[in-house]
């Protein structure tokens, strides 16, 4: 069995400045070779880029899965690291988690906030920090970046400028009671299947309903205020939740809040969710939950089956009760 091998999906670490701003460029493996070469024995990997290499901005729901076909195809090694954008790695961190649960290999995604031809970046250390991760032998899909070896599942982007760029949010997840076995594929005609609906001060009962119209969808999540609130106040916009949850659209709270969890039931502005059939998962971060949503509707799952695997711990993404 072979060590290690990096694949290269774009992103920072290996852009180069264009007439339009910084993209990707094909140079990175001898740049980093080099860029170790004082460091033999970490440098002992295979290399392989993705084509497109891509800025993570363009990352779709499909190029997750053609990340995993590529493991899969590779299967032979140990241990992987993934160089990707930071803008979403979180998002592709966490898909990777529920389409490899339980697995024995080492998957670590990371990348850099300033590409390794330029001076002063952070490239070299993540490399070498998540080839040192990797010796450490972890296993599982993580994400290092700036001097920590994150749970893909529990962290996101949280600064746009600084080196120690993703946080956890809420601690370690529990160990997932049941065994997952991802066998689908996500396809692009899925992409529209999963939406987001964004809460703020003043938005009205047209736009919520609009945003729910699509015939594409088959869950939504609501990124409610605080403990999982929204204006329910307005009893129109209260009604157009409803009427999706009537044509089976799965709708689930998560907070806007990065730290603590939904308690649905705390406020009456919250409970009106429960009411309306709102499922959510406690602690789950908005990264974990669009990812699982997508594995799990590859996998086939729709309707209250989705529901109820969207509150189900399936690979350490919730860290507290689901509900309650
Ligand atoms: N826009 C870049 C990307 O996500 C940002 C980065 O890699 O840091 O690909």
């Given amino acids: 069995m072979h060590h290690t091998l990096v694949i290269y999906a774009g992103g920072t670490i290996g852009m180069a400045p264009g007439p339009n701003g910084l993209a990707p460029n094909a140079e990175l493996e001898s740049n980093l070779r080099h860029a170790l070469a004082a460091h033999e024995q970490m440098a002992d990997f295979d290399f392989i880029s993705m084509s497109p290499l891509i800025d993570s901005s363009d990352a779709t729901p499909s190029d997750w899965q053609r990340l995993a076909d590529t493991i899969k195809a590779n299967s032979d090694y140990k ?124 938005i009205s009962a047209a736009s919520v309903q609009q945003a729910l119209s699509s015939k594409d969808l088959k869950l939504v999540l609501l990124l409610s205020f605080g403990a999982g609130n929204i204006p329910a106040a307005d009893s129109a916009l209260v009604a157009a939740l409803a009427e999706a949850k009537g044509r089976d659209i799965c709708l689930f709270n998560i907070s806007q809040c990065r730290h603590g969890r939904v308690q649905q039931d705390n406020y009456a502005t919250g409970s009106v969710l429960s009411r309306a059939g709102v499922r959510h998962a406690s602690d789950i971060n908005l990264e974990a939950a669009f990812a699982k949503a997508h594995v799990l509707i590859a996998q086939g799952l729709q309707g209250p089956a989705l529901a109820d695997a969207m509150c189900a711990n399936l690979a350490g993404e919730i860290g507290g009760n689901s509900q309650e």
């Fill in 79 to 202: 241990a992987y690291i993934i160089l990707h954008g930071t803008d979403t790695m979180a998002f592709a961190a966490a898909a990777l988690s529920f389409m490899f649960t339980g697995s024995p290999k080492t998957i670590i995604f990371t990348g850099s906030q300033v590409p390794l031809l330029l001076p002063e970046n952070d490239a070299v250390d993540n490399f070498m920090g998540a080839l040192r991760s990797r010796d450490g032998g972890y296993q599982g899909v993580s994400l290092y970046f700036g001097d920590q070896l994150l749970e893909a599942n529990r962290c996101h982007k949280a600064s746009s400028q600084d080196f120690h760029a993703f946080v956890n949010n809420n601690g370690k997840g529990t160990k997932p009671a049941t065994a997952f076995v991802y066998d689908g594929q996500i396809t692009p005609e899925q992409h529209g299947s999963v939406g987001l609906i964004y809460f703020y001060p003043g």
